[in-house]
Protein backbone atom coordinates (compact mmCIF):
# COMPACT_ATOMS: atom_id res chain seq x y z
CA UNK A 1 0.00 0.00 0.00
CA UNK A 2 3.09 2.46 1.13
CA UNK A 3 4.49 1.71 -2.39
CA UNK A 4 1.39 2.61 -4.56
CA UNK A 5 0.99 5.53 -2.67
CA UNK A 6 4.34 6.85 -3.19
CA UNK A 7 4.08 5.81 -6.88
CA UNK A 8 0.89 8.33 -7.18
CA UNK A 9 2.32 10.84 -5.53
CA UNK A 10 5.64 10.34 -7.91
CA UNK A 11 3.45 10.90 -10.38
CA UNK A 12 1.76 13.86 -9.55
CA UNK A 13 5.00 15.38 -9.08
CA UNK A 14 6.12 14.46 -12.30
CA UNK A 15 9.02 12.64 -11.09
CA UNK A 16 12.00 11.82 -14.41
CA UNK A 17 14.78 11.69 -12.17
CA UNK A 18 14.66 7.73 -12.39
CA UNK A 19 12.43 5.17 -14.11
CA UNK A 20 9.49 3.99 -12.20
CA UNK A 21 11.19 0.66 -11.61
CA UNK A 22 14.66 2.28 -10.27
CA UNK A 23 11.98 4.17 -7.68
CA UNK A 24 10.19 0.81 -6.32
CA UNK A 25 13.23 -0.84 -6.17
CA UNK A 26 14.94 2.12 -3.40
CA UNK A 27 11.26 1.63 -1.87
CA UNK A 28 12.33 -2.22 -1.16
CA UNK A 29 16.07 -1.71 -0.61
CA UNK A 30 14.55 0.85 2.11
CA UNK A 31 12.04 -1.45 3.88
CA UNK A 32 14.57 -4.13 3.44
CA UNK A 33 16.95 -1.86 5.47
CA UNK A 34 14.57 -1.44 8.39
CA UNK A 35 14.20 -4.72 8.54
CA UNK A 36 17.54 -5.81 9.10
CA UNK A 37 18.03 -2.89 11.44
CA UNK A 38 15.45 -3.56 13.59
CA UNK A 39 15.61 -7.75 13.12
CA UNK A 40 17.61 -9.06 16.28
CA UNK A 41 20.92 -10.65 15.75
CA UNK A 42 21.15 -13.87 13.99
CA UNK A 43 17.86 -13.28 12.55
CA UNK A 44 17.36 -15.56 9.16
CA UNK A 45 15.14 -14.12 6.30
CA UNK A 46 14.06 -18.06 5.57
CA UNK A 47 10.30 -16.62 6.53
CA UNK A 48 10.06 -14.15 4.32
CA UNK A 49 11.40 -15.32 0.96
CA UNK A 50 9.09 -16.24 -2.11
CA UNK A 51 8.39 -19.64 -2.90
CA UNK A 52 9.21 -19.94 -6.57
CA UNK A 53 6.15 -20.98 -7.76
CA UNK A 54 4.09 -17.79 -6.74
CA UNK A 55 6.41 -15.96 -9.72
CA UNK A 56 5.82 -18.54 -11.86
CA UNK A 57 2.22 -18.72 -11.76
CA UNK A 58 0.89 -15.23 -9.69
CA UNK A 59 3.16 -13.03 -10.86
CA UNK A 60 4.95 -13.81 -14.66
CA UNK A 61 1.57 -14.64 -16.20
CA UNK A 62 0.00 -11.34 -15.90
CA UNK A 63 2.95 -9.43 -17.10
CA UNK A 64 3.53 -11.63 -20.22
CA UNK A 65 -0.30 -11.95 -21.08
CA UNK A 66 -0.72 -8.08 -20.76
CA UNK A 67 2.40 -7.56 -23.41
CA UNK A 68 0.90 -10.09 -25.67
CA UNK A 69 -3.02 -8.51 -25.56
CA UNK A 70 -1.79 -5.04 -26.10
CA UNK A 71 0.94 -5.82 -28.74
CA UNK A 72 1.21 -2.88 -31.85
CA UNK A 73 0.01 -5.81 -34.25
CA UNK A 74 0.67 -3.65 -37.32
CA UNK A 75 3.87 -2.36 -36.47
CA UNK A 76 4.56 -6.07 -34.71
CA UNK A 77 3.83 -7.87 -37.75
CA UNK A 78 5.61 -5.07 -40.47
CA UNK A 79 8.93 -5.71 -38.27
CA UNK A 80 8.28 -9.47 -37.71
CA UNK A 81 11.37 -10.77 -39.39
CA UNK A 82 13.32 -8.59 -37.43
CA UNK A 83 11.99 -8.58 -34.23
CA UNK A 84 12.47 -12.25 -34.79
CA UNK A 85 15.92 -12.15 -35.71
CA UNK A 86 17.16 -10.27 -32.66
CA UNK A 87 14.30 -12.64 -29.89
CA UNK A 88 15.29 -16.02 -31.13
CA UNK A 89 18.66 -15.72 -32.76
CA UNK A 90 19.46 -12.89 -30.59
CA UNK A 91 18.76 -14.25 -27.28
CA UNK A 92 20.53 -17.78 -28.36
CA UNK A 93 24.02 -16.24 -30.04
CA UNK A 94 23.87 -13.91 -26.27
CA UNK A 95 23.25 -17.02 -23.99
CA UNK A 96 25.61 -19.26 -25.36
CA UNK A 97 28.76 -16.49 -26.06
CA UNK A 98 27.86 -15.57 -22.55
CA UNK A 99 27.94 -18.66 -21.36
CA UNK A 100 31.28 -19.19 -22.93
CA UNK A 101 33.42 -15.91 -22.01
CA UNK A 102 32.22 -16.76 -18.48
CA UNK A 103 33.21 -19.99 -18.40
CA UNK A 104 36.43 -19.20 -20.16
CA UNK A 105 37.40 -17.53 -16.45
CA UNK A 106 36.01 -20.35 -14.48
CA UNK A 107 39.10 -20.43 -12.61
CA UNK A 108 39.30 -16.93 -11.44
CA UNK A 109 35.34 -17.66 -9.64
CA UNK A 110 34.69 -18.55 -6.00
CA UNK A 111 32.34 -21.47 -6.35
CA UNK A 112 33.39 -24.50 -9.05
CA UNK A 113 31.21 -23.68 -11.92
CA UNK A 114 30.57 -25.83 -14.84
CA UNK A 115 29.83 -25.06 -18.49
CA UNK A 116 26.18 -25.89 -18.31
CA UNK A 117 25.95 -23.95 -15.10
CA UNK A 118 27.43 -20.72 -16.66
CA UNK A 119 24.80 -21.42 -19.99
CA UNK A 120 22.02 -21.50 -17.53
CA UNK A 121 22.95 -18.19 -15.66
CA UNK A 122 24.18 -16.68 -18.93
CA UNK A 123 20.58 -17.50 -20.29
CA UNK A 124 18.45 -15.68 -17.29
CA UNK A 125 20.67 -12.66 -17.28
CA UNK A 126 20.05 -12.69 -21.26
CA UNK A 127 16.47 -12.32 -20.55
CA UNK A 128 15.47 -8.08 -20.83
CA UNK A 129 12.90 -6.42 -19.49
CA UNK A 130 11.40 -3.46 -21.71
CA UNK A 131 9.05 -1.33 -18.57
CA UNK A 132 11.69 0.95 -17.72
CA UNK A 133 13.08 1.91 -21.56
CA UNK A 134 9.35 2.09 -22.89
CA UNK A 135 8.19 4.11 -20.21
CA UNK A 136 11.00 6.81 -20.95
CA UNK A 137 10.07 6.59 -24.66
CA UNK A 138 6.50 7.42 -24.26
CA UNK A 139 7.81 9.79 -22.32
CA UNK A 140 10.16 11.20 -25.15
CA UNK A 141 7.78 10.71 -28.51
CA UNK A 142 10.67 8.22 -30.04
CA UNK A 143 8.94 6.87 -33.37
CA UNK A 144 7.05 3.66 -33.36
CA UNK A 145 9.43 1.88 -35.33
CA UNK A 146 11.56 2.03 -33.26
CA UNK A 147 9.55 1.76 -29.93
CA UNK A 148 8.10 -1.69 -31.37
CA UNK A 149 11.49 -3.25 -32.16
CA UNK A 150 12.47 -2.64 -28.82
CA UNK A 151 9.35 -4.33 -26.96
CA UNK A 152 9.17 -6.78 -29.58
CA UNK A 153 12.52 -8.19 -28.72
CA UNK A 154 12.30 -7.85 -25.47
CA UNK A 155 8.90 -9.73 -25.11
CA UNK A 156 9.73 -12.53 -27.45
CA UNK A 157 12.95 -12.49 -25.47
CA UNK A 158 11.67 -13.05 -22.18
CA UNK A 159 9.64 -16.14 -23.25
CA UNK A 160 12.45 -17.69 -25.39
CA UNK A 161 14.67 -16.62 -22.02
CA UNK A 162 12.63 -18.65 -20.16
CA UNK A 163 12.40 -22.12 -22.28
CA UNK A 164 16.32 -21.78 -22.87
CA UNK A 165 16.43 -21.53 -18.96
CA UNK A 166 14.58 -24.62 -18.15
CA UNK A 167 16.55 -26.27 -21.05
CA UNK A 168 19.90 -25.88 -19.46
CA UNK A 169 18.65 -25.74 -16.18
CA UNK A 170 17.65 -29.52 -16.43
CA UNK A 171 21.09 -30.29 -18.36
CA UNK A 172 22.94 -29.03 -15.57
CA UNK A 173 21.31 -31.26 -13.28
CA UNK A 174 21.68 -33.90 -15.22
CA UNK A 175 24.48 -36.65 -13.62
CA UNK A 176 25.94 -36.79 -17.57
CA UNK A 177 25.33 -35.11 -20.69
CA UNK A 178 26.05 -37.48 -23.72
CA UNK A 179 25.19 -36.76 -27.31
CA UNK A 180 21.78 -38.69 -26.93
CA UNK A 181 20.92 -36.45 -23.93
CA UNK A 182 21.86 -33.44 -26.03
CA UNK A 183 19.29 -34.87 -28.77
CA UNK A 184 16.60 -35.46 -26.69
CA UNK A 185 17.18 -31.96 -24.75
CA UNK A 186 17.06 -30.35 -28.38
CA UNK A 187 13.73 -32.08 -29.02
CA UNK A 188 12.11 -30.92 -25.55
CA UNK A 189 13.47 -27.18 -26.72
CA UNK A 190 11.47 -28.05 -29.97
CA UNK A 191 8.43 -28.99 -27.69
CA UNK A 192 8.38 -26.81 -25.05
CA UNK A 193 8.25 -24.04 -27.41
CA UNK A 194 5.98 -24.91 -30.59
CA UNK A 195 3.71 -26.64 -28.52
CA UNK A 196 3.38 -23.81 -26.28
CA UNK A 197 2.30 -21.71 -29.44
CA UNK A 198 -0.22 -24.01 -30.39
CA UNK A 199 -1.80 -24.46 -26.94
CA UNK A 200 -1.95 -20.33 -27.02
CA UNK A 201 -3.28 -20.04 -30.66
CA UNK A 202 -6.01 -22.84 -29.48
CA UNK A 203 -7.01 -21.09 -26.00
CA UNK A 204 -7.02 -17.49 -28.66
CA UNK A 205 -9.42 -19.08 -30.25
CA UNK A 206 -11.41 -20.44 -27.59
CA UNK A 207 -11.79 -17.27 -25.96
CA UNK A 208 -12.79 -15.66 -29.19
CA UNK A 209 -15.30 -18.53 -30.17
CA UNK A 210 -16.68 -17.97 -26.78
CA UNK A 211 -17.00 -13.69 -27.12
CA UNK A 212 -18.54 -14.02 -30.39
CA UNK A 213 -22.39 -15.30 -28.16
CA UNK A 214 -22.08 -13.01 -25.38
CA UNK A 215 -23.64 -10.14 -27.10
CA UNK A 216 -26.64 -10.59 -24.36
CA UNK A 217 -24.33 -10.92 -21.30
CA UNK A 218 -20.96 -8.66 -21.71
CA UNK A 219 -20.60 -9.12 -17.95
CA UNK A 220 -18.81 -12.25 -18.51
CA UNK A 221 -16.53 -10.94 -21.60
CA UNK A 222 -13.40 -9.92 -19.30
CA UNK A 223 -13.81 -12.60 -17.10
CA UNK A 224 -13.47 -15.14 -19.67
CA UNK A 225 -10.85 -13.24 -21.42
CA UNK A 226 -9.29 -13.55 -18.17
CA UNK A 227 -9.58 -16.83 -17.28
CA UNK A 228 -8.98 -18.67 -20.65
CA UNK A 229 -5.79 -16.61 -20.75
CA UNK A 230 -4.72 -18.22 -17.22
CA UNK A 231 -6.10 -21.62 -18.75
CA UNK A 232 -3.72 -22.17 -21.64
CA UNK A 233 -0.61 -21.15 -19.19
CA UNK A 234 -1.95 -24.09 -16.69
CA UNK A 235 -2.89 -26.35 -19.59
CA UNK A 236 0.78 -26.01 -21.19
CA UNK A 237 2.71 -26.03 -17.64
CA UNK A 238 0.88 -29.43 -17.38
CA UNK A 239 1.24 -31.28 -20.09
CA UNK A 240 5.11 -30.14 -19.76
CA UNK A 241 5.43 -27.18 -22.40
CA UNK A 242 5.92 -23.64 -22.23
CA UNK A 243 3.41 -21.98 -20.31
CA UNK A 244 4.93 -18.22 -21.19
CA UNK A 245 4.82 -18.35 -24.89
CA UNK A 246 1.26 -20.30 -24.40
CA UNK A 247 -0.19 -16.92 -22.44
CA UNK A 248 1.62 -14.88 -24.42
CA UNK A 249 0.20 -16.37 -28.27
CA UNK A 250 -3.00 -16.37 -26.29
CA UNK A 251 -3.06 -12.61 -25.98
CA UNK A 252 -2.19 -12.12 -29.28
CA UNK A 253 -4.37 -14.07 -31.18
CA UNK A 254 -7.36 -12.93 -28.58
CA UNK A 255 -6.84 -9.77 -28.82
CA UNK A 256 -6.93 -9.71 -32.52
CA UNK A 257 -10.68 -11.52 -32.51
CA UNK A 258 -12.13 -10.34 -29.38
CA UNK A 259 -12.02 -6.70 -29.42
CA UNK A 260 -15.01 -7.55 -32.27
CA UNK A 261 -16.80 -9.24 -30.10
CA UNK A 262 -17.02 -7.13 -27.00
CA UNK A 263 -18.88 -4.00 -26.14
CA UNK A 264 -16.99 -1.12 -24.93
CA UNK A 265 -17.32 -1.38 -21.41
CA UNK A 266 -15.32 -4.32 -21.32
CA UNK A 267 -12.78 -3.43 -23.85
CA UNK A 268 -12.79 -0.67 -20.91
CA UNK A 269 -12.63 -3.69 -17.84
CA UNK A 270 -10.35 -5.70 -20.00
CA UNK A 271 -7.65 -3.22 -20.78
CA UNK A 272 -7.60 -1.78 -17.45
CA UNK A 273 -7.62 -4.92 -15.37
CA UNK A 274 -4.75 -6.51 -17.11
CA UNK A 275 -2.26 -3.89 -17.05
CA UNK A 276 -3.54 -3.25 -13.35
CA UNK A 277 -2.76 -6.71 -12.58
CA UNK A 278 0.57 -6.35 -14.37
CA UNK A 279 1.79 -3.09 -12.58
CA UNK A 280 0.48 -5.00 -9.15
CA UNK A 281 2.96 -8.12 -10.52
CA UNK A 282 6.24 -5.82 -11.50
CA UNK A 283 5.85 -3.70 -8.61
CA UNK A 284 5.96 -6.53 -5.81
CA UNK A 285 8.98 -8.08 -7.92
CA UNK A 286 10.66 -5.01 -7.55
CA UNK A 287 10.07 -4.65 -4.32
CA UNK A 288 11.32 -8.13 -3.07
CA UNK A 289 14.52 -7.14 -5.71
CA UNK A 290 15.34 -4.67 -3.45
CA UNK A 291 13.96 -6.01 -0.60
CA UNK A 292 16.41 -9.27 -0.95
CA UNK A 293 19.42 -7.25 -1.90
CA UNK A 294 19.29 -4.92 1.39
CA UNK A 295 18.78 -8.69 3.72
CA UNK A 296 21.64 -10.19 0.90
CA UNK A 297 24.04 -7.28 1.74
CA UNK A 298 23.39 -6.78 5.18
CA UNK A 299 23.79 -10.27 5.58
CA UNK A 300 20.69 -11.18 6.70
CA UNK A 301 20.62 -14.45 4.73
CA UNK A 302 21.61 -18.20 5.78
CA UNK A 303 24.50 -18.74 3.67
CA UNK A 304 27.99 -17.48 4.46
CA UNK A 305 28.63 -14.39 2.71
CA UNK A 306 31.41 -15.80 1.25
CA UNK A 307 29.36 -17.96 -0.94
CA UNK A 308 26.98 -15.00 -1.57
CA UNK A 309 29.44 -12.84 -3.41
CA UNK A 310 31.70 -13.11 -5.49
CA UNK A 311 33.22 -9.69 -6.80
CA UNK A 312 35.29 -11.69 -9.83
CA UNK A 313 32.16 -13.06 -11.30
CA UNK A 314 30.31 -9.85 -10.60
CA UNK A 315 32.67 -7.23 -12.63
CA UNK A 316 33.02 -9.90 -15.14
CA UNK A 317 29.29 -10.56 -15.66
CA UNK A 318 28.72 -6.89 -16.32
CA UNK A 319 31.85 -6.42 -18.61
CA UNK A 320 30.61 -9.35 -20.78
CA UNK A 321 26.99 -8.36 -21.39
CA UNK A 322 27.23 -5.18 -22.17
CA UNK A 323 29.67 -5.12 -24.97
CA UNK A 324 28.03 -8.39 -26.57
CA UNK A 325 24.72 -7.48 -26.60
CA UNK A 326 26.23 -4.05 -28.82
CA UNK A 327 27.74 -6.35 -30.94
CA UNK A 328 25.11 -8.74 -31.70
CA UNK A 329 22.37 -5.98 -32.17
CA UNK A 330 24.77 -4.58 -34.57
CA UNK A 331 25.31 -7.97 -36.51
CA UNK A 332 21.79 -8.74 -36.95
CA UNK A 333 20.93 -5.26 -37.77
CA UNK A 334 23.29 -5.59 -40.70
CA UNK A 335 21.87 -8.61 -41.90
CA UNK A 336 17.90 -7.53 -41.21
CA UNK A 337 18.60 -4.04 -42.82
CA UNK A 338 19.78 -5.88 -46.21
CA UNK A 339 16.32 -6.60 -46.58
CA UNK A 340 14.17 -4.00 -44.92
CA UNK A 341 12.95 -0.84 -46.64
CA UNK A 342 12.87 1.24 -43.94
CA UNK A 343 16.44 1.43 -43.02
CA UNK A 344 17.66 1.00 -39.10
CA UNK A 345 19.89 3.64 -38.95
CA UNK A 346 23.15 3.40 -36.47
CA UNK A 347 22.24 5.78 -33.84
CA UNK A 348 18.87 3.51 -33.17
CA UNK A 349 20.82 0.38 -33.00
CA UNK A 350 22.83 2.15 -30.35
CA UNK A 351 19.86 2.84 -28.29
CA UNK A 352 18.48 -0.95 -28.96
CA UNK A 353 21.87 -2.21 -27.18
CA UNK A 354 21.87 0.52 -24.82
CA UNK A 355 18.45 -0.20 -24.04
CA UNK A 356 18.68 -3.42 -22.72
CA UNK A 357 17.79 -3.53 -19.41
CA UNK A 358 17.10 -6.51 -17.21
CA UNK A 359 14.45 -6.95 -14.73
CA UNK A 360 11.41 -8.81 -13.23
CA UNK A 361 12.40 -11.68 -15.39
CA UNK A 362 15.84 -12.29 -14.49
CA UNK A 363 15.17 -11.63 -10.99
CA UNK A 364 12.64 -14.35 -11.30
CA UNK A 365 14.53 -17.09 -13.02
CA UNK A 366 17.74 -16.42 -10.29
CA UNK A 367 14.78 -16.98 -7.61
CA UNK A 368 13.88 -19.84 -9.00
CA UNK A 369 17.17 -21.82 -9.60
CA UNK A 370 17.12 -25.09 -7.71
CA UNK A 371 19.08 -25.83 -4.48
CA UNK A 372 21.46 -28.62 -6.34
CA UNK A 373 23.20 -25.55 -8.10
CA UNK A 374 26.27 -24.92 -5.49
CA UNK A 375 26.59 -21.57 -7.06
CA UNK A 376 23.08 -20.46 -6.73
CA UNK A 377 23.47 -17.95 -4.19
CA UNK A 378 26.27 -16.21 -6.42
CA UNK A 379 23.81 -16.07 -9.40
CA UNK A 380 21.23 -14.53 -7.46
CA UNK A 381 23.34 -11.65 -5.99
CA UNK A 382 24.95 -11.25 -9.25
CA UNK A 383 21.59 -10.80 -11.02
CA UNK A 384 20.60 -8.37 -8.11
CA UNK A 385 23.48 -6.24 -8.94
CA UNK A 386 23.20 -6.44 -12.75
CA UNK A 387 19.66 -5.20 -12.15
CA UNK A 388 20.80 -2.26 -10.13
CA UNK A 389 23.38 -1.21 -12.75
CA UNK A 390 21.37 -1.92 -15.82
CA UNK A 391 17.96 -0.10 -14.51
CA UNK A 392 19.80 2.92 -12.47
CA UNK A 393 22.79 3.47 -14.88
CA UNK A 394 21.39 3.01 -18.26
CA UNK A 395 17.73 3.87 -17.72
CA UNK A 396 18.61 6.46 -15.31
CA UNK A 397 20.46 8.44 -18.77
CA UNK A 398 18.83 6.45 -21.49
CA UNK A 399 16.36 9.90 -22.03
CA UNK A 400 19.75 12.03 -22.04
CA UNK A 401 21.16 9.86 -24.62
CA UNK A 402 17.82 9.60 -26.80
CA UNK A 403 18.44 14.12 -26.83
CA UNK A 404 22.40 13.59 -27.27
CA UNK A 405 22.03 11.40 -30.02
CA UNK A 406 18.97 13.29 -31.64
CA UNK A 407 16.41 10.26 -32.03
CA UNK A 408 14.10 10.71 -34.40
CA UNK A 409 10.41 11.68 -32.88
CA UNK A 410 7.33 10.20 -33.54
CA UNK A 411 5.42 12.41 -36.55
CA UNK A 412 8.62 14.27 -36.58
CA UNK A 413 9.90 13.37 -39.86
CA UNK A 414 7.14 12.86 -42.20
CA UNK A 415 7.79 10.63 -45.03
CA UNK A 416 6.26 12.62 -47.58
CA UNK A 417 3.60 12.03 -50.04
CA UNK A 418 5.64 10.26 -52.60
CA UNK A 419 7.16 7.81 -50.13
CA UNK A 420 3.43 7.07 -48.84
CA UNK A 421 2.15 6.17 -51.72
CA UNK A 422 4.54 5.05 -53.51
CA UNK A 423 6.38 2.60 -51.17
CA UNK A 424 3.90 0.04 -51.68
CA UNK A 425 3.11 0.16 -55.25
CA UNK A 426 6.95 -0.36 -55.97
CA UNK A 427 7.21 -3.36 -53.01
CA UNK A 428 4.64 -5.30 -55.27
CA UNK A 429 6.17 -5.00 -58.40
CA UNK A 430 9.79 -5.19 -57.26
CA UNK A 431 8.12 -8.82 -55.59
CA UNK A 432 5.88 -9.63 -58.62
CA UNK A 433 9.29 -9.65 -60.97
CA UNK A 434 10.67 -11.70 -58.27
CA UNK A 435 8.23 -13.94 -58.15
CA UNK A 436 7.86 -14.31 -61.58
CA UNK A 437 11.54 -15.06 -61.88
CA UNK A 438 11.23 -18.07 -59.72
CA UNK A 439 12.07 -16.76 -56.46
CA UNK A 440 10.33 -17.38 -52.91
CA UNK A 441 6.80 -15.59 -51.26
CA UNK A 442 8.36 -11.94 -49.99
CA UNK A 443 7.25 -9.89 -47.43
CA UNK A 444 3.58 -8.93 -48.83
CA UNK A 445 3.63 -12.52 -50.91
CA UNK A 446 3.10 -13.72 -47.09
CA UNK A 447 0.87 -10.85 -45.77
CA UNK A 448 -1.41 -12.02 -48.81
CA UNK A 449 -0.86 -15.18 -47.51
CA UNK A 450 -1.99 -14.17 -43.79
CA UNK A 451 -5.06 -11.88 -44.79
CA UNK A 452 -6.78 -14.84 -46.45
CA UNK A 453 -6.30 -16.88 -43.37
CA UNK A 454 -6.85 -14.30 -41.37
CA UNK A 455 -10.32 -13.79 -43.17
CA UNK A 456 -11.53 -17.66 -42.90
CA UNK A 457 -11.10 -17.51 -39.10
CA UNK A 458 -12.36 -14.33 -38.87
CA UNK A 459 -15.59 -15.93 -40.57
CA UNK A 460 -15.18 -18.51 -37.71
CA UNK A 461 -14.38 -16.40 -34.69
CA UNK A 462 -16.38 -12.94 -34.80
CA UNK A 463 -19.60 -11.91 -34.92
CA UNK A 464 -21.64 -11.25 -37.92
CA UNK A 465 -21.84 -7.22 -39.09
CA UNK A 466 -24.81 -5.46 -37.84
CA UNK A 467 -26.89 -3.14 -40.60
CA UNK A 468 -25.63 0.27 -39.55
CA UNK A 469 -22.05 -1.77 -38.94
CA UNK A 470 -21.92 -2.60 -42.22
CA UNK A 471 -23.18 0.89 -43.62
CA UNK A 472 -20.18 2.19 -41.60
CA UNK A 473 -17.48 -0.14 -43.95
CA UNK A 474 -19.49 1.46 -46.39
CA UNK A 475 -19.07 4.60 -45.48
CA UNK A 476 -15.27 4.55 -45.34
CA UNK A 477 -15.24 2.14 -48.05
CA UNK A 478 -16.56 5.03 -50.69
CA UNK A 479 -14.55 8.03 -48.60
CA UNK A 480 -10.96 6.10 -48.87
CA UNK A 481 -11.80 5.17 -52.37
CA UNK A 482 -12.49 9.01 -53.39
CA UNK A 483 -9.16 10.02 -51.19
CA UNK A 484 -6.94 7.39 -53.62
CA UNK A 485 -8.74 8.66 -56.75
CA UNK A 486 -8.05 12.36 -55.77
CA UNK A 487 -5.76 12.79 -52.86
CA UNK A 488 -5.32 16.25 -52.85
CA UNK A 489 -9.34 16.77 -52.77
CA UNK A 490 -9.97 17.51 -49.00
CA UNK A 491 -14.06 18.91 -49.74
CA UNK A 492 -16.75 17.27 -48.42
CA UNK A 493 -17.41 13.66 -49.64
CA UNK A 494 -20.95 12.07 -49.96
CA UNK A 495 -21.04 8.75 -47.92
CA UNK A 496 -24.56 6.73 -46.92
CA UNK A 497 -26.77 7.82 -45.18
CA UNK A 498 -25.67 7.07 -40.93
CA UNK A 499 -27.82 4.81 -38.85
CA UNK A 500 -30.62 6.69 -37.29
CA UNK A 501 -29.03 5.79 -34.07
CA UNK A 502 -25.93 8.46 -34.80
CA UNK A 503 -26.24 11.90 -33.77
CA UNK A 504 -25.48 13.12 -37.40
CA UNK A 505 -28.25 12.90 -39.70
CA UNK A 506 -26.47 14.62 -42.61
CA UNK A 507 -25.60 12.13 -45.65
CA UNK A 508 -22.86 14.37 -46.33
CA UNK A 509 -19.72 14.06 -43.74
CA UNK A 510 -16.32 16.57 -43.95
CA UNK A 511 -12.97 14.18 -43.83
CA UNK A 512 -12.01 15.64 -41.20
CA UNK A 513 -14.78 14.98 -38.56
CA UNK A 514 -15.54 11.93 -40.35
CA UNK A 515 -14.25 9.86 -37.36
CA UNK A 516 -15.96 11.82 -34.79
CA UNK A 517 -19.21 11.08 -36.56
CA UNK A 518 -18.34 7.19 -36.79
CA UNK A 519 -17.51 6.88 -33.23
CA UNK A 520 -20.64 8.93 -32.01
CA UNK A 521 -22.12 5.77 -34.07
CA UNK A 522 -20.74 2.96 -32.47
CA UNK A 523 -18.32 1.89 -29.20
CA UNK A 524 -14.69 2.58 -29.66
CA UNK A 525 -14.06 -1.08 -29.55
CA UNK A 526 -16.44 -2.15 -32.49
CA UNK A 527 -14.87 1.28 -34.43
CA UNK A 528 -11.27 -0.17 -33.85
CA UNK A 529 -12.06 -3.65 -35.13
CA UNK A 530 -13.84 -1.40 -38.19
CA UNK A 531 -10.50 0.21 -39.15
CA UNK A 532 -8.92 -3.09 -38.93
CA UNK A 533 -11.39 -4.85 -41.15
CA UNK A 534 -11.15 -2.45 -43.66
CA UNK A 535 -7.14 -2.50 -43.67
CA UNK A 536 -7.66 -6.14 -43.88
CA UNK A 537 -9.88 -5.64 -47.16
CA UNK A 538 -8.13 -3.69 -48.78
CA UNK A 539 -6.13 -4.11 -51.95
CA UNK A 540 -2.74 -4.32 -50.78
Keep these: MVTFIIKVFLESIHFTALPESASIILIGAIGGVIYVLASPEGTTVS???????????????????????????????????????????????????????????????LPPLSFLECLTFASLISAVDPVAVLAIFSESHVNDTLNVLVFGESVLNDAVSIVIFGLF??????????????????????????????????????????????????????????????????????????????????????SHYVEANISKKSH???????????????????????????????????????????????????????????????????????????????????????????????????????????????????????????????????????????????GEKGEGLAAGVLTRPFSHITEAIKTIAGGSYGVFGWRHFWHDVDRTFSKL????????????????????KRQINNISDTSNIEVPPPPASCLSSSPSVSSSNLRNWIVSCKPLAQWEYLKATLERERPL
Design 268 to 410: ITIKYLLQSLAGVADTIIFIELGFNTALYVGGAVPESLFYLWDPVFLVLTIVIILPVRFIYVFILTDIANRSRIQKIHMKDQFIMGYGGLRGAIAFALAFALPEEISAKGVFLTTTLAVIWFTVFIQGGTIKYLLKFLDIDLA
Design 169 to 254: RDLSLAESVDPYIAGLAIVRFLYVALVGMLIGILFGMFVSFFTKYTEEIHVMEPLIVFVMGLASYIIAEIISASGIVAILFCGMVA
Design 461 to 480: LVRKLKANEADLIQAITSIK
Design 47 to 109: LLEFDPEIFFLLLIPPIIYESGYFLQKDLFFDNLSTILLYAVVGTLLNTVTVGALLYGFESLF
